[in-house]
């Protein structure tokens, strides 16, 4: 079984800040690119940005400049940095993840349960 957590949502002013964590645990045997994405009410789930395995990143114009994604390999984690946030942000966000459970298995696509993130005065 693999699970991914999402942690570090939250109220926030707009101007402010917040780091999002994201966790993957299970029977995993390698985790290829990693990312986050939300949604917001009546909207489709969009991508905010991506890691790859070798730290190449990709991020959506309405984020780039105010949101760093980064990730800890070695405990299977990925942070979103998120500076100068604005009321449109709020959202729930969700973490992603392209994981392979065994050596042999193809790479299969995992969500974590999603975090909110408000961004109010």
């Known amino acids: 079984q693999v699970q991914l957590v999402e942690s570090g949502g939250g109220l926030v002013q707009p101007g402010g800040s917040l780091r999002l964590s994201c966790a993957a645990s299970g029977s995993i045997f390698s985790i290829n690119a990693m990312g986050w994405y939300r949604q917001a009410p009546g909207r489709q789930r969009e991508l905010v940005a991506t890691i790859t395995s070798a730290g190449s990143t990709n991020y959506a114009g309405s984020v780039k400049g105010r949101f760093t994604i980064s990730r800890d390999i070695p405990k299977r984690t990925v942070y979103l940095q998120m500076s100068s946030l604005k009321p449109e942000d709020t959202a729930v966000y969700y973490c992603?993840?392209?994981?392979?459970?065994?050596?042999?298995?193809?790479?299969?696509?995992?969500w974590g349960q999603g975090t909110q993130v408000t961004v109010s005065s």
């Open positions: 992603n993840a392209g994981l392979r459970r065994s050596i042999i298995a193809t790479i299969e696509n995992y």
